[in-house]
């Protein structure tokens, strides 16, 4: 059986809003669909606490590459409006982290994506994949910045994906 194949990306937007804002439409997960293109769905499967810790979606997405990757994920931890924290599991394993932070050009938003593939033959070709993977994940953040900036009504002033 192939090793399991890690990836960790860090991404980050500058978007000339209030971090109110920003965290309002971030923290809405269910909605992301509406304006972050490459995401075909997202489904609360359970509900948590008030902050939305322990809840449990179930994640669709598909972008340049023609394949839907799915999987679950649990909010481990939520301090409005400067983090969510969650943990997924099924097609992709392992933690994602956005963090905002106020600046005096608008809101920074950091997506912190410590993932790996389970998927038999997905960890089986990732030698030669790899870089395929790392594009196709970059065209789906950049999908998010634009996406983000357009729900808020406000300017993407940069963003970056590594």
Partial sequence: MPEQAHYAFLTTWLV???????????????RWPEWWRG?????????????????????????????SVRFESTVEE??????????ARGELAGTGSFRLFESPLGTAVTYDWRVHTTK?????IAPLARPVFAWNHHAVMNH???????ALGAELVAQSSS
């Fill in 16 to 30: 000339d809003a209030p971090i109110e804002h920003v965290w309002d439409v971030i923290y809405a997960i269910e």
């Fill in 39 to 67: 995401v075909q769905s997202v489904t609360e499967l359970v509900h948590g606490d008030g902050d939305g810790e322990g809840t449990v979606y179930r994640h669709v997405w598909r972008s340049t590459i023609p394949y």
């Fill in 78 to 87: 939520v301090r409005r409006p400067h983090l969510i924290v969650a943990r």
């Fill in 120 to 124: 038999r033959w997905m960890n089986a």
């Fill in 144 to 150: 998010g910045g634009v996406g983000l900036a357009r």
